[in-house]
């Protein structure tokens, strides 16, 4: 949007740029779910709560 408010692009490249970007975050969030849901059934099938993970996607609050 910024640079097409600057005259860098016009109006079809900027649209298809923020299409490309929201479909990106929805693939991503997509595999998250996908990623929930098959540990959820592993904790099911093994009848265990799981380790914790060594990624944590949860955004960490920033200290000064």
């Known amino acids: 949007a ?6 860098e ?3 079809t490249t900027a649209v ?3 299409r490309q970007h929201t479909d990106a975050q929805a ?3 997509d595999a998250v779910l996908a990623f929930d849901r098959a540990a959820i ?3 099911g ?7 914790a ?3 944590d996607d949860t955004e960490k609050e920033s200290k000064p």
């Open 53 to 55: 993970f060594a990624i």
């Open 2 to 7: 910024a640079a097409y408010a600057r005259g």
């Open 41 to 43: 059934e592993l904790e």
């Open 45 to 51: 099938a093994v009848g265990a709560p799981l380790p």
């Open 27 to 29: 693939g991503y969030l």
């Open 16 to 18: 298809l740029a923020q």
């Open 9 to 11: 692009l016009d109006i």
